[in-house]
C-alpha cells in the first residue's frame, strides 16, 4: 500500500507514467552529466600526493564557466574543473598487496549534448566515433589530473573512462545526469516534488526530494518516512536530534 521511490523524479514519473504528470518544467530538468576517470595505480599513492579527502581543482577564475566544452572532432582542452579522490587511501579494509595496489578518479562536468548523437547505441559496443571521442578525452582528462599529481604518472596501471552514456546505462539517469534534477529555484515551488505525491501511497525520497549530494540523499530520505508516518517519523527526527545533542 506505501511505496517510496529514491530513483528520482524523473525517473518516477517514467514509472508510474500519465498520473505524475509535472505541474512545472523545473520537474523533468535533469542536472549537469559528468566524465568520470578511473584509475589504477600500483604505488604508494599517500605518499606520492594522493589523499584521504577529497579536492576540487578550479582551472578558471570565471565563475560562470562549470562544464568541459567538448565536441566531438574539436580539441577538448582544458576542462574548468576537477574532483579528484582516491578511494582506496580512505578504505580502512582496503588491502593494497605487494604490489601497492591502488584506485583513483577525477570527475568533470559536460554537457549532455555532444553524447546524445549515440543515445540508443550498446554499451561496450558503441560506434567508433564514440570511442574516438572518449580516447581524446581520456588523454586530455589524464594530462591534466597529473598536473596535480606528477609524482603518480609513472605509477599509473589502468585507465578507463565513462560518459553520461555510461551513467545513463547503469543508473537510469536521464541524460546521464550526476545529482539528479537541476537545482534550478523553480524545482524547489514545484509541488510534484514534495515527498507526498499526487499518486495514493507513492512518496518520493532521495535528492529529489531535497537536494543533491549525499546530505540531499539522507534528508529526502527523512523526509519521506515523516510523510509516510507524521507521528512516528517526527519522534525518530527528535531521537536523532537529542542523541547529537548529547
Same mark, same amino acid.
Given at each position: ?12 514519473a517514467r514509472l508510474v507514467g500519465d498520473d505524475l504528470e509535472p505541474e512545472e518544467p523545473g520537474y523533468t ?122 609524482? +603518480?604518472?609513472?605509477? $599509473? ?6 560518459? !553520461? %552514456?555510461?551513467?545513463?546505462? &547503469?543508473? #537510469? /539517469? ?43 540523499? +539522507?534528508?529526502?530520505? $527523512? ?6 508516518? !507524521? %507521528?512516528?517519523?517526527?519522534? &525518530?527526527? #527528535? /531521537? ?7
Amino acid at each position: 500500500p506505501i511505496v517510496v521511490s529514491a530513483a528520482g523524479g524523473i525517473e518516477t514519473a517514467r514509472l508510474v507514467g500519465d498520473d505524475l504528470e509535472p505541474e512545472e518544467p523545473g520537474y523533468t530538468t535533469p542536472g549537469p552529466a559528468h566524465v568520470s576517470l578511473y584509475l589504477g595505480f600500483r604505488a604508494d599513492v599517500e605518499n606520492l600526493g594522493g589523499t584521504r579527502y577529497c579536492q576540487w581543482f578550479y582551472e578558471t577564475w570565471d565563475s560562470e564557466v562549470d562544464v568541459w566544452d567538448v565536441s566531438p572532432g574539436r580539441d577538448p582542452g582544458r576542462a574548468a574543473v576537477l574532483f579528484c579522490s582516491f578511494p582506496s587511501i580512505k578504505d580502512p579494509a582496503h588491502d593494497p598487496g605487494p604490489e601497492l595496489r591502488h584506485t583513483g578518479e577525477a570527475i568533470t562536468f559536460v554537457p549532455w549534448e555532444p553524447f546524445a548523437r549515440w543515445q540508443g547505441t550498446r554499451w561496450g559496443r558503441r560506434p567508433d566515433g564514440y570511442e574516438a571521442f572518449k580516447e581524446e578525452l581520456t588523454d586530455a582528462l589524464l594530462g591534466q589530473y597529473l598536473e596535480h599529481y606528477p609524482r +603518480l604518472a609513472p605509477h $599509473v596501471d589502468h585507465v578507463e573512462l565513462s560518459t !553520461p %552514456l555510461s551513467t545513463q546505462h &547503469f543508473a #537510469r /539517469s536521464a541524460q546521464g545526469s550526476i545529482y539528479g534534477l537541476a537545482t534550478e529555484p523553480r524545482r524547489f515551488f514545484d509541488p510534484g516534488l514534495l515527498p507526498r505525491s499526487r499518486v495514493k501511497g507513492l512518496y518520493v525520497g532521495g535528492v529529489d526530494a531535497s537536494t543533491p549530494g549525499i546530505a540531499g540523499g +539522507l534528508s529526502g530520505g $527523512v523526509m519521506a518516512a515523516v510523510a509516510v508516518e !507524521p %507521528l512516528r517519523g517526527t519522534r &525518530f527526527v #527528535r /531521537s536523532l536530534m537529542r542523541a547529537g545533542a548529547g
